[in-house]
Structure formats: C-alpha cells, structure tokens
C-alpha cells in the first residue's frame, strides 16, 4: 500500500493484498457479499447523488458514519474490501485533519462487505449532540459536510 501522498495518485487498488481492514459505517441492513456503490442518494447532508462510497480503517471514524446516516434503523459497521482504486477523503484530510490521521478515504468503485462488526461501542451521548450541533450550524450556513 502507497502511503506516500506526495502526489495524487490512488493509493490502493483491488489487487493490494494490504494487511489494513476497512470499515463503513451505515444504518442500512447488508450482508456478506453486498455491495456498495455510488450513484445512490446520500445518507449525508441534502441527499444528493453520492458520486463516492466512503471507507475507513479506524473504528472511530466507522462509528461516526454508523451514527450520523440518516434513517431510523440502528447503526451498522461492516468490513468492506475496495472492488478498485481508493483516495485520500478530501472532506476530512487536510481540509480539517492535515495528514489523514482519520485513515478516512473514498472510491467510485463499490465496496464488497466481507463482515460485520457487532461489538461496537457508541459516542457519549453528550458527543453526538456536540456532532449534532455542528452539522446543523454548518447546514444553517449551507456548507455541506460531504463535497463530491
């Protein structure tokens, strides 16, 4: 896996046999074998066609996307493997964490969920209000928490 970000370039592809799980946070039921794709309404902000499905290797962050979907089902974190090339989330490196320490990225290609993660923990609830707040202070301004 190239984590050199010295250029633009992908930084993984289908073919990696990267030791790194990923994780995608969702409130929306699969199974293994399912796939995630763009090109569906967003769970996020004003529901616009995804043009990317969003990954992750860190649980953290896996938790936020399973928390912060839209929808009324419980949150869900799935092991996913990339189906082709991934990059850096722009929405989250360097715009707000310089260096990508959030190991959030995003793809055109759909995710294969391989797995489920059952024991998982939440934020606080004092947390996700914080979370809350501020993405309803950012849609009150009209910024959109995710720029395709």
Do not use: C
């Not at 649980?59 to 399973?66: F, P, R, T, Y």
């Not at 979907?69 to 991934?86: C, F, H, M, Q, S």
């Amino acid at each position: 896996m190239n984590t050199n970000r010295s250029d633009d370039k992908p930084i993984e592809s289908a073919n990696d046999n990267s030791p790194h799980k990923f994780y995608h946070g969702t409130k929306v039921n699969l199974k293994p074998g399912d796939l995630i794709e763009p090109g569906f309404n967003s769970n996020y902000g004003s529901q616009k066609k995804a043009y990317f499905v969003y990954l992750t290797t860190t649980m953290d962050a896996a938790i936020w996307g399973a928390e912060l979907a839209l929808g009324e089902e419980p949150g869900r974190i799935y092991l996913v493997e990339p189906t082709g090339t991934i990059e850096d989330d722009p929405n989250l490196t360097d715009k707000k964490y310089p260096g990508n320490p959030t190991k959030s990225y995003r793809s055109r290609y759909p995710l294969r969920v391989t797995g489920e993660v059952s024991d998982w923990r939440g934020h606080s609830p004092d947390q996700l209000k914080t979370m809350n707040d501020n993405l309803e202070r950012l849609k009150q301004l009209g910024i959109e928490a995710i720029e395709d």
